[in-house]
């Protein structure tokens, strides 16, 4: 199966300390989205690409966070000086463009659950 | 800001019984998708919605788009335990950078639903 991989799974840091995921979309994919998840929320969008080309970054991506993918294939997301509040389960989802009115449907990743103490 | 609400939040059910899922959003959407979500797993694509009157079903799990009224349902039929979960709509609208259109999804609260026999 090679959907949306992302690793690490678990990650318990912390505050302050640095952190990176990484995650590894469907190869053919030409999109890639990150996502935070609190508990008992829907997840909310941080950041797309296109292919390498960071094109929307969201109001939630404070200067702390960046995220970068190189050659358009796998991605990473790094938090700089954690903070308790950023505890959350980070998912990564990838898609294919289809062009026109047709389904662009993302297929998203088994996340990496950050843990700050 | 676009605002996509889901209710009931909480559904406690029966086997064998039915019940739905309502999802309202706030402005006018491209796509709508209902994802299912294991407890400490991923998000799985249960359904993509383009167009008004739009109707997908799948096992138990019947969805439904009225655009005009900006509302979906997820309709459940005589259910079982498997479908315990928590389901998320999300509206897609697309947005546009150097001509190219990309979608990113605003999700709903979830709900967290529980059969029991």
């Known amino acids: 199966d090679t959907g949306v991989s992302q690793n690490p799974r678990h990650k318990i840091t912390k505050r302050g300390q640095n952190v990176t995921f990484r995650c590894d979309p469907i190869?053919?994919?030409?999109?890639l989205y990150w996502y935070r998840q609190t508990l008992g929320q829907g997840p909310e969008f941080l950041t797309y690409?296109?292919?390498?080309?960071?094109?929307?970054k969201s109001r939630l991506l404070s200067d702390r966070f960046s995220a970068e993918r190189p050659k358009g294939s796998f991605s990473t997301l790094e938090i700089q000086r954690t903070e308790q509040g950023d505890s959350a389960m980070y998912l990564c989802?990838?898609?294919?463009?289809?062009?026109?009115?047709?389904?662009?449907?993302?297929?998203f990743g088994p996340g990496t659950r950050l843990t700050v103490l | 800001e676009l605002k996509v609400e889901q209710n009931p939040l909480f559904l406690s059910m029966q086997e064998g019984k039915n019940y739905t899922i309502y999802c309202n959003y706030s402005?006018?959407?491209?796509?709508l998708y209902w994802y299912r979500q294991d407890p400490g797993k991923s998000l799985e694509s249960l359904f993509v919605?383009?167009?008004?009157?739009a109707v997908k079903q799948e096992g138990r799990l019947m969805a439904s788009l009225d655009t005009k009224a900006r509302l979906s349902t997820l309709h459940i039929t005589a259910a079982v335990h498997d479908l315990s979960a928590t389901y998320f709509c999300?509206?897609?609208?697309?947005?546009?950078?150097?001509?190219?259109?990309?979608?990113?999804?605003?999700f709903g609260q979830g709900t967290i639903l529980t059969v029991h026999p």
């Open positions: 989802a990838s898609s294919l463009s289809s062009g026109g009115a047709k389904a662009d449907t993302q297929y």
């Open positions: 190869s053919e994919h030409n999109r």
């Open positions: 690409f296109q292919n390498e080309a960071q094109l929307e």
């Open positions: 402005t006018t959407s491209d796509r």
């Open positions: 919605l383009l167009s008004n009157g």
């Open positions: 999300a509206v897609d609208i697309l947005s546009t950078y150097g001509g190219t259109s990309y979608g990113k999804l605003t």
